[in-house]
């Protein structure tokens, strides 16, 4: 009796062919797991977000929003607030804290302000706060014939030096008084306080700062502050040479360089215009 063709086996390379990896399958569909995870993280950096809101911004229905969510929670990646929503969790600031203890600032730094000391071919400092004055932490020589006599370790004035202002930029004007107050006592030979506090307020709206012969007679710098994870100034970066290789122009120039270079640094230490604005916001 001849057999119903619809009842027939496949031949064997035709039911391999047929059958999907389970493995292949598993991987892609953790990763697309993953993938989600990470994004809702994204969704809930600004703050508590209602479910049907994170399940919105996700393109999920609120079922599958809600069980990704309930996993972060066990693993302390999200919080719950009733009445307010999901918020990052414990767990992220342990991660924050230990990453940062991990982070070399120095090594992070270095191979962004070599790149600028290439493309400028001048010196490229990085440095930071300490006790009160501008600690330089690295120097990359630049190639011109320019002696800039800085060295690692030196301590330079917050208020006279590129670099030094950089750092100053998110004080409030009661803190650059003092500051100025204390690097030039009264009867010391003083620049002009308005004009210096003027030039300030312009740094700040502009995010970077100049030397203009204040620190050195004849050198002139470019400097930009750097960020990590929280937003807050940790170092600053600066270009200097010699006036004659320094005017306006190229000063002006220079400045959106700096900058593209610190955030650079910035995003490599976890800042992100997100958060800045997050702490911004906090702030008023």
């Known amino acids: 009796m001849r057999q119903n063709p619809s009842n027939e086996e496949s031949p064997p390379e035709a039911h391999v062919a047929a059958e999907p990896d389970a493995k292949s399958t598993g991987k892609a ?44 929670i066990d693993r302390g990646f999200l919080t719950f607030l009733p009445r307010e929503g999901y918020l990052l969790g414990p767990k992220l600031l342990q991660l924050g804290f230990l ?6 600032i120095v090594q992070i730094a270095r191979p962004r302000i070599e790149e600028l000391a290439a493309q400028t ?14 600690l330089y932490l690295d120097k990359i020589p630049g190639r011109r014939r320019v002696d800039i006599s800085s060295r690692i370790g030196d301590r330079q004035p917050l208020t006279s030096t590129g670099l030094g202002k950089a750092l100053l930029l998110d004080d409030d ?23 210096w506090l003027e030039r300030m307020r312009g740094y700040v709206a502009s ?18 502050p750097v960020r990590d994870a929280s937003g807050g100034i940790v ?50």
Not at 121 to 134: C, K
Not at 240 to 256: C, H, I, V
């Open 29 to 72: 569909q953790g990763s697309q797991t993953l993938v989600r995870g990470l994004d809702l993280l994204d969704q809930v950096i600004d703050g508590p977000v209602k479910l049907a809101e994170l399940s919105q911004r996700m393109g999920l229905t609120r079922s599958t929003t809600h069980r990704l969510a309930n996993a972060l």
């Open 99 to 104: 990453a940062q203890g991990q982070a070399d």
């Open 121 to 134: 071919e001048d010196t490229v400092h990085f440095g930071r706060l300490d006790a009160g004055l501008a």
């Open 173 to 195: 004007e009661t803190t650059w008084t003092t500051v100025f107050e204390t690097e030039h006592p009264a009867g010391s030979r003083r620049p002009d306080y308005a004009i």
């Open 207 to 224: 995010g970077h700062a100049y030397d203009l012969e204040e620190n050195e007679d004849l050198i002139r710098c470019v400097a930009a």
């Open 235 to 284: 170092g600053a970066i600066s270009v200097s040479s010699a006036a004659q290789y320094m005017d306006d122009g190229r000063m002006a120039t220079l400045s959106a360089q700096v900058r593209g270079t610190a955030e650079r640094i910035s995003r490599d230490l976890g800042w992100s215009p997100e958060t800045q604005a997050l702490q911004r916001r906090r702030k008023r």
